[in-house]
């Protein structure tokens, strides 16, 4: 079954949307979407150092990625405001990694599917990528839940239980560089924060606790990726764009839900 | 040994010294009080204390295992993150329902269970918080500013409740407050701070410091004799007596 294209597309957006959600879920309680948004431009900067280097796209993605995730980490503790710090280093890590791509002999073409992703060009090879990164960060996320919610809530309150908050916080910029590295190919860099944070955002409403919104973020993703997949099948869309389309729309429907 | 000890301790933020040259040590069982104006370091002593900042100079010594129970000023929680209070007490480490339910009773608080800690008032937020850090049994219970935003009859209600919980767990209690009169009366040590400890001792003793007297002045002098007095009753005859005169003093301070 894995010979079909739109097999293969499919569980490459279930097994995304699997894992941006509860990572999604982090994003929006430590208001940190700006922060997603800027490791996933960032992360165009490491698909063209990654095919200058004749290494693998995705660790070229993952390496970028994790460096400026600790930058922006690094900024904020040494209290640099962060929103202008990471507004700086986020378009700057995408304007040189256009500039780099375009440096790039015969990548030029490509650029719109690291953009947007190039969901039905995924293979076998990116499936197992894809599905053990995502395995490993939601092993890593269900390990260090209680420990992350107790840092997301304050610094004191985690210091006083024993627990270091920069810690946690590392963990989570770990796990956005690895989710943003891998699903770079499925949605593309430029739609990667909408999915960690659109699904997290609507599932918000209808959730009374972090792991029912973490559950019902992850229903809203597979929804989406699924659905987003189909109408892109219907109407001959691009794929990526339609996914966040659809999860903006259920947005949109469950934020008349009054909060519970 | 001592639960906490600080042995001179002095450190600055942004080139201003903000603590200089603290000594001071918490013992188990007993209710230590730090009070002193706005800017004096209050904050970054607790935060000293819960080891969320390293001293310039100086040591922090905690036991060896020290659980801490925290009860800050106040909480910030996104309105993004859903958390009840019944959740929330299970953070960092699970509880029971029924170790729950009791916690949230006897803090008077059992019918916000299922409710957002953000739909809370601050004196709500404040009592689901204390719940939790009493949970976790506590060897040292840190409340910063518990009774700010209670009037007098609710500080004195909350002075009460601490006493119980010192009793019932034999912990020690580090207060912050500036609530000088109810505060002192319910305490066996003030400590006086202001950047460095001004004076410290049993409440009587600081109140008549001169150290103390310029920091604050003597305003407070009569309501503290008010609630110095109720205090020693309280010892003698027991909470139920206690409470009759904290009423009368509450009026009359007030």
């Not at chain 2, 000088?180 to 409440?203: F, K, Q, S, Y």
């Amino acid at each position: 079954m894995l010979d079909s294209f739109l097999m293969r597309a499919a569980l490459a957006g279930l097994g995304v949307a699997l894992v941006t959600a509860p990572l999604g879920c982090f994003v929006v309680w430590r208001r940190m979407a700006y922060f997603g948004h800027a490791t996933a431009h960032a992360s165009v900067l490491g698909v063209a150092l990654g095919l200058a280097l004749s290494i693998s796209v995705v660790w070229g993605a993952l390496a970028v990625a994790l460096v400026m995730g600790g930058l922006v980490a690094w900024l904020g503790r040494r209290g640099h405001s962060s929103d202008a710090a990471i507004g700086v280093i986020s378009h700057a890590a995408l304007a040189f990694g256009l500039v780099a791509v375009a440096l790039t002999p015969g990548l030029r073409g490509d650029l719109t599917a690291w953009l947007f992703g190039d969901i039905l060009a995924v293979t076998r090879g990116d499936l197992a990528v894809i599905w053990g990164s995502a395995a490993a960060v939601v092993a890593l996320l269900a390990w260090r839940w209680r420990r992350l919610l107790t840092a997301t809530l304050g610094d004191d309150l985690a210091r006083a239980a024993g627990i270091d908050p920069r810690r946690e916080e590392l963990v989570l910029v770990l796990a956005l560089a690895v989710v943003v590295a891998v699903a770079l190919k499925v949605v593309g860099a430029l739609l990667i924060s909408a999915l960690l944070v659109i699904p997290a955002a609507a599932a918000r409403p209808l959730a009374r606790t972090p792991e029912a919104m973490a559950a019902v973020a992850a229903a809203i993703g597979v929804t989406s990726a699924l659905g987003g997949l189909w109408v892109a099948f219907l109407l001959d869309t691009p794929a990526g764009p339609s996914i966040v389309c659809l999860s903006s729309v259920i947005f949109a429907v469950t934020s008349f839900v009054p909060r519970r | 040994m001592s639960l906490v000890a600080l042995r001179d301790v002095s450190l600055a933020r942004g080139g201003q010294p903000v603590l200089e040259r603290v000594t001071l040590a918490i013992e188990a069982g007993e209710i230590v009080t730090l009070v002193g104006p706005n800017g004096s370091g209050k904050t970054t002593l607790l935060k000293l204390v819960i080891g969320a900042l390293k001293p310039d100079t100086g040591v922090v010594e905690r036991a060896p295992g020290l659980r801490i129970g925290y009860v800050p000023q106040k909480l910030h929680i996104e309105p993004a993150l859903p958390m009840t209070a019944r959740r929330f007490l299970s953070l960092p480490a699970p509880v029971g329902r029924a170790e729950a339910a009791a916690a949230l009773e006897e803090a008077g608080v059992a019918h916000l269970a299922a409710r957002q800690m953000t739909e809370l008032s601050g004196g709500q937020a404040q009592r689901v918080m204390l719940a939790r850090a009493l949970i976790g049994r506590p060897q040292l219970l840190i409340l910063d500013e518990p009774t700010q935003g209670l009037d007098q009859q609710g500080a004195a209600a909350f002075y009460r409740q601490i006493e119980t919980v010192r009793q019932r767990l034999g912990c020690g209690i580090l207060l912050v407050s500036h609530d000088l009169h109810v505060v002192m009366a319910a305490t066996d040590r003030v400590i006086c701070l202001n950047g460095h400890v001004c004076c410290e001792g049993a409440p009587e003793h600081v109140a008549s410091a001169p150290e103390y007297r310029a920091l604050f002045g003597t305003g407070t002098g009569g309501a503290l004799a008010l609630y110095r007095h109720e205090h020693d009753h309280g010892h003698e005859g027991g909470h139920g007596g206690a409470h009759g005169h904290m009423h009368e003093h509450g009026d009359g301070a007030a």
